[in-house]
T-cell receptor
Framework: QKEVEQDPGPLSVPEGAIVSLNCTYS??????FMWYRQYSRKGPELLMY????GNKEDGRFTAQVDKSSKYISLFIRDSQPSDSATYLC????????????FGKGMKLTVNP | ETGVTQSPTHLIKTRGQQVTLRCSSQ?????VSWYQQALGQGPQFIFQ???????GRGNFPPRFSGLQFPNYSSELNVNALELDDSALYLC????????????FGPGTRLTVL
């Protein structure tokens, strides 16, 4: 079993839809959870960064962490064509010198 | 755009050759990590450098090596290239503080023929 599992999709939605992206993990030591957005042939761009369980909202994006279920989610409201990208979940055991463990990435297309 | 830069943007090598990739970290960042991202996969951690010393390593063979310089820039060296080394190589920098996360550069795309 991989440490982090993410449905690779692809996912195609109409403009304005609510998008839900999810990851599960097996390592209960993970405490820091991130979502990165990666456009084609670019480096990952940090979208959301949360510590432990709970919700965090930033504009149209909401990140949720449920450590009891080992499950994290990213919600995108009022999705736009510019949101079309690959979304990667990542997590780590510490906030310092640790490595990030990534999911496989979900390719999202938002159609006008 | 983060302040992390990488060079070259892309390059092509043949099996058995050696390659050096370079990274300049974001201003104020003292820790550099390298990741390998194969096509259709998430990035895989190679190693991390702090104060010019390797500070954690993923499941990569010794022919993957690195350096960090006093100005916190870094190099990734890969010897005896194999076809499976074809990937996007990402550099990420951060401050060595709890709560700070990693900011990625645009990557170097390596093709091994």
């Amino acid at each position: 079993q991989k440490e982090v599992e993410q449905d690779p999709g692809p996912l195609s939605v109409p403009e304005g839809a609510i998008v839900s992206l999810n990851c599960t993990y097996s390592n209960s030591a993970f405490q820091y959870f991130m979502w990165y957005r990666q456009y084609s042939r670019k480096g990952p761009e940090l979208l959301m960064y949360t510590y432990s369980s709970g919700n965090k909202e930033d504009g149209r994006f909401t990140a949720q962490v449920d450590k009891s279920s080992k499950y994290i989610s990213l919600f995108i409201r009022d999705s736009q064509p510019s949101d079309s990208a690959t979304y990667l979940c990542a997590m780590s055991t510490q906030g310092g010198s640790e490595k990030l463990v990534f999911g496989k990435g979900m390719k999202l297309t938002v159609n006008p | 755009e983060t302040g992390v830069t990488q060079s070259p943007t892309h390059l092509i090598k043949t099996r058995g050759q050696q390659v050096t990739l370079r990274c300049s970290s974001q201003s104020g960042h003292n820790t550099v990590s390298w990741y390998q991202q194969a096509l259709g996969q998430g990035p895989q951690f190679i190693f991390q450098y702090y104060r010019e010393e390797e500070n954690g390593r993923g499941n990569f063979p010794p022919r993957f090596s690195g350096l960090q310089f006093p100005n916190y820039s870094s190099e990734l060296n890969v010897n005896a290239l194999e076809l499976d080394d074809s990937a996007l190589y990402l550099c990420a920098s951060k401050k060595r503080e709890v709560g700070d996360t990693q900011y990625f550069g645009p990557g170097t795309r390596l093709t091994v023929l």
